[in-house]
């Protein structure tokens, strides 16, 4: 199961690292005591233009196909801040045409918002919504996630906050309501505390509960199929251990237990999660930015599911290794170059597939 809060970005071969950029200067530790820079509606926009060679377009095991393809990214952000109020809107947008395979043209948009207000010296209630859609123009995976959060953050002391709240999202493909659609509802707990001052430590704990419109699985093999009268249920776990680091460099680690537990066949698996986040600029104008991510995953039974968890490849992010690299030709203008490679779990449990990406672009902020 996948976590749009803290996860790496999850269409990575389409927004690659654009959002890594800002992060250079991060605020790593916001108590609630502190009042808002107060400005008025800040309006900031990036172009993104560029050609990559992909290894292996469709994700695949077994058969890999290499393309050239042409990427257009478009990202907007507004913000307003008040002495107590704080408002973000962000939106991306990605178009991906792939030379000689018109089927995997596809338009990656993707929508976030947030309220937070600052209720008194030690209080913060916050708001959060996420909706993301992937279509293809030529064919017919076409799907979209949505999610919401309300929250708070209280002050504990002068280095230590508190963090809790309730989630709600689901998933759904437009052509296939019956197999892969879900919804889920959750809850999060997290405690941060600041080392120093350009360190964090963080630990969460979240808890979440998936409905699937698909019943259920009770037994099968090659002549029975087995379907349970009740829908198929999973309880999500997770734990996670953050340590986040910024002066001249940014400097993000974090391990992460996962515990699935379905009343279907073969969905049960525990995993240990492994990411790192760095980004440094080595020189002036440069900029270098590196994300990996590293995972082990062991399975309760030995049947594999006779559903897929997942549809599509690419919403599964095992195991990647990627290097950015941005020159400033002005103020406004970056050259940027980027190698990816992936091993990433197919759709089929326990069979990966491997992929490298190299990209080559520009950028423009206005």
């Known amino acids: 199961m996948h976590d749009f809060r803290y996860q790496l970005p999850r269409f990575f071969s389409a927004f690659a690292l654009h959002i890594l950029r800002p992060a250079l200067p991060v605020l790593l530790f916001l108590s609630p005591s502190t009042t808002f820079a107060q400005k008025p509606w800040q309006l900031d926009y990036r172009v993104q233009a560029g050609f990559e060679n992909d290894s292996n377009i469709y994700e695949s095991s077994v058969a890999p196909v290499s393309a050239p393809v042409g ?10 801040v008040s002495k107590n109020v704080r408002l973000l809107f962000d939106y991306s947008g990605a178009l991906l045409l792939y030379h000689a395979h018109n089927d995997e043209h596809k338009l990656l948009n993707d929508l976030k918002g947030g309220v937070t207000l600052r209720a008194n010296d ?18 017919t995976a076409d799907y979209g996630t949505s999610g919401g959060i309300l929250g708070a953050t209280t002050a504990l002391s002068e280095r230590a906050a508190l963090e809790a709240g309730v989630e709600n999202g689901q998933l759904d493909y437009a052509a296939s309501d019956s197999l892969f659609d879900y919804t889920f509802w959750g809850a999060f707990l997290s405690l941060r505390h600041r080392l120093a001052q350009s360190t964090v430590l963080e630990l969460t704990a979240q808890r979440r509960r998936l409905d699937y419109l698909r019943f259920a699985y009770l037994h099968f093999n090659s002549t029975l199929v087995q379907r349970a009268p009740y829908a198929q249920q999973e309880n999500f776990s997770a734990l996670r251990l953050t340590f986040t680091m910024s002066r001249k460099w940014l400097l993000r680690a974090s391990v992460e237990a996962q515990f699935n537990r379905s009343n279907s066949l073969g969905y049960d698996y525990d995993r240990l999660r492994l990411q790192a986040l760095a980004a440094w600029s080595p020189a002036r104008r440069w900029l270098i930015r590196a994300a990996a991510m590293v995972q082990t995953k062991s399975y309760a039974e030995s049947t594999p599911p006779i559903v897929p968890p997942e549809f599509d490849a690419e919403r599964e992010q095992s195991n990647n290794l990627i290097l950015d690299v941005s020159r400033d030709l002005s103020n406004e203008l970056t050259l940027l170059a980027r190698i990816s490679y992936h091993d990433n779990e197919s759709p089929i ?6 992929k490298t990406v190299f990209f080559t672009g520009m950028e423009l902020r206005f």
């Open 122 to 139: 030690w209080l913060r209630f916050f708001v959060q919504g996420e909706v993301t859609l992937k279509n293809y123009l030529n064919n």
């Open 349 to 354: 449990r326990s069979v990966f597939y491997r």
């Open 71 to 80: 990427r257009l990214l478009l990202q907007s952000k507004a913000e307003r």
